[in-house]
C-alpha cells in the first residue's frame, strides 16, 4: 500500500513537471510559429519533424519504450501545429480610424509587397497603401464578383511569378470580400503559400470575408467551389474607407452584420432595430469582429460551430447563382435569411431590412426557383442522403441547426415570393 502510494506520488510530481514543461514548450511553439509568419516560412517542416523524432525517440535507453515514446512526441508535434494555428486564428484585426495610413507597421519589413485591389478602389487608398511599402507591385482586377474565377486566379498567378515574387514577398490585398478571397488564395497556392495581409475597403470585408482565414473562388457557378482556409498575417481595418462606399455596397454588408446579430446578439439586433439607426459604423464592426472572432477561435475549420456564419447563405447563394450577378452578395443573404426565422421575427427582420435598403421579396418571374434550388443542392453545404444543412433562428441570439430536404428548403424559398 505505502509502495503504491508513493509510486502514484511520484507519478503526480512527473506529471505537474510535465505540465510545466508542455505550456513551455507551445510557448516557444508560438514564437516559432509567429517567427515563420513574419518571414513567409510555412508552418510544417516535415525533415526537422522526422529529425526531431528520432533524435529524441533515441534518448530513451529502454528500447521497448521507444515506440511509446515515439507516438507520443508525434501527438505533440501535431498539437503544436494546430496550436501554431489557433494562435495566428487569435491574431486581432486592427480596427481603427485612419489605419490605412499606418499599415506599412504591419506589412513585412524585407521582402517586397504585390498590392491586390480592383478597379474601383479609390486611387488615393491604393496610393497611402502603396507609399508605405518599400518595394511594390500593384496589380488590378476588374471589380466583381466575375473575378472569382480560375480565369481570373491563374492570370493573377501568372503576373506574380512574372512580377519574380519570391516566398520572402508579401500579397496585400486592399478592398472587398472578391479581392480578399481572390488574392489570399493566390497568395496560399503561390509557391506553396507566401504571406497576405488584408485591408478590406467594404464592410462586407470588414465584418465577414476579411477574418477568420477562408479564401476561395468560384467554379461553374458554384460559389466558393475551390478555396483554401488560410489566416493571413494581418487585418487592418479603416473604417474612414467606408466614406467612398456606395449606399448598396454599404447596405450589402450591413447584411452580414445582421446575420451576426441575429444568430448571437439580441441587443445588436435591437440596435438595428431602432428607428434613429444603428448608430457607429466602428462600433458596428467591433461588434461583429468580436463574433466572428469567437466562432473562429473554437472552429476555424468550420467543422461544427462555425456553420452558424452560413445563416442566410444556403437560399442566398442560390439566389445568387440564379440572378446572375443582379443582386449582389449581402442582398442574396438578407433574402436567404428570413425564411430561415421564425414566423414572427421573420417580420421584424423584414421591416429592419427594409429600412437598410436591402430586399425582402424576389420576383420568380426574373430568377427562377427551380436555378435556385439547383444551385442550393450543389452548394457545398449539401450534404449526405440530399440533405442540406441549414441555420434556423427562433429569436434574435439563438440559432438552431437544421437539416431540411430540397423539398422543404423549396417550400421556405416560396415565402419570398412577392403576393
Ligand atoms: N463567411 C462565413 C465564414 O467566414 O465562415
Not at 16 to 27: D, G, I, K, N, V
Not at 320 to 338: D, F, I, N, P
Not at 363 to 374: G, L, T, W
Not at 378 to 407: M, N
Request: glycine content about 8%; hydrophobic content about 45%.
Amino acid at each position: 500500500m505505502e509502495e503504491l502510494q508513493a509510486a502514484r506520488a511520484r507519478i503526480d510530481r512527473i506529471d505537474a513537471e510535465l505540465a510545466r514543461l508542455f505550456a513551455e514548450r507551445m510557448a516557444a511553439a508560438a514564437e516559432i510559429g509567429a517567427w515563420k509568419r513574419a518571414h513567409g516560412r510555412p508552418v510544417r517542416d516535415p525533415a526537422r519533424e522526422a529529425e526531431l523524432l528520432a533524435r529524441n525517440t533515441a534518448r530513451i535507453e529502454d528500447p521497448r519504450l521507444r515506440p511509446y515514446f515515439g507516438r507520443l512526441l508525434e501527438t505533440l508535434l501535431v498539437e503544436s501545429r494546430r496550436w501554431q494555428g489557433e494562435a495566428q486564428a487569435d491574431l486581432a484585426p486592427v480596427l481603427r480610424r485612419g489605419a490605412l495610413a499606418e499599415a506599412g507597421a504591419v506589412l513585412p519589413r524585407q521582402g517586397r509587397i504585390f498590392l491586390v485591389t480592383d478597379d474601383g478602389i479609390p486611387a488615393p487608398y491604393v496610393g497611402a497603401l502603396a507609399g508605405q511599402c518599400r518595394s511594390c507591385v500593384v496589380y488590378s482586377l476588374p471589380q466583381g464578383e466575375a473575378s472569382k474565377s480560375p480565369e481570373q486566379l491563374t492570370e493573377l498567378l501568372r503576373a506574380m511569378l512574372a512580377a519574380g515574387l519570391t516566398r520572402s514577398d508579401c500579397v496585400a490585398a486592399l478592398g472587398g470580400g472578391v479581392v480578399c478571397d481572390l488574392a489570399g488564395l493566390a497568395a496560399g497556392l503561390y509557391m506553396r503559400g507566401i504571406d497576405c495581409c488584408y485591408f478590406p475597403t467594404s464592410l462586407l470585408a470588414m465584418v465577414d470575408a476579411a477574418l477568420g482565414g477562408k479564401t476561395a473562388i468560384d467554379l461553374d457557378g458554384v460559389k466558393n467551389a475551390v478555396g483554401l482556409f488560410r489566416q493571413p498575417r494581418a487585418v487592418v481595418i479603416d473604417p474612414d474607407t467606408l466614406a467612398t462606399l456606395p449606399p448598396r455596397q454599404l447596405a450589402n454588408g450591413l447584411a452580414e452584420a445582421v446575420k451576426m446579430a441575429l444568430t448571437h446578439d439580441a441587443a445588436l439586433f435591437a440596435r438595428f432595430e431602432d428607428p434613429a439607426g444603428y448608430g457607429d459604423p466602428e462600433e458596428l464592426i467591433a461588434a461583429c469582429l468580436k463574433i466572428k472572432s469567437a466562432v473562429v477561435a473554437a472552429d476555424e475549420r468550420e467543422a461544427g460551430l462555425r456553420r452558424v456564419l452560413n445563416f442566410g447563405h444556403t437560399l442566398g447563394h442560390g439566389i445568387e447563382a440564379a440572378a446572375e450577378g443582379r443582386l449582389l452578395h449581402g442582398e442574396c443573404v438578407a433574402l436567404g435569411m428570413l425564411p430561415m426565422c421564425a414566423p414572427p421575427l421573420r417580420e421584424r427582420l423584414r421591416a429592419v431590412l427594409e429600412r437598410l435598403g436591402l430586399p425582402t421579396y424576389v420576383n420568380f418571374h426574373e430568377i427562377d426557383p427551380e436555378r435556385v434550388m439547383a444551385a442550393v443542392v450543389h452548394d457545398k453545404k449539401a450534404g449526405p442522403e440530399g440533405c442540406i444543412e441549414s441555420v434556423f433562428v427562433p429569436e434574435p441570439g439563438r440559432f438552431e441547426f437544421q437539416r431540411l430536404t430540397a423539398a422543404e428548403l423549396r417550400a421556405r424559398l416560396m415565402l419570398l415570393a412577392q403576393n
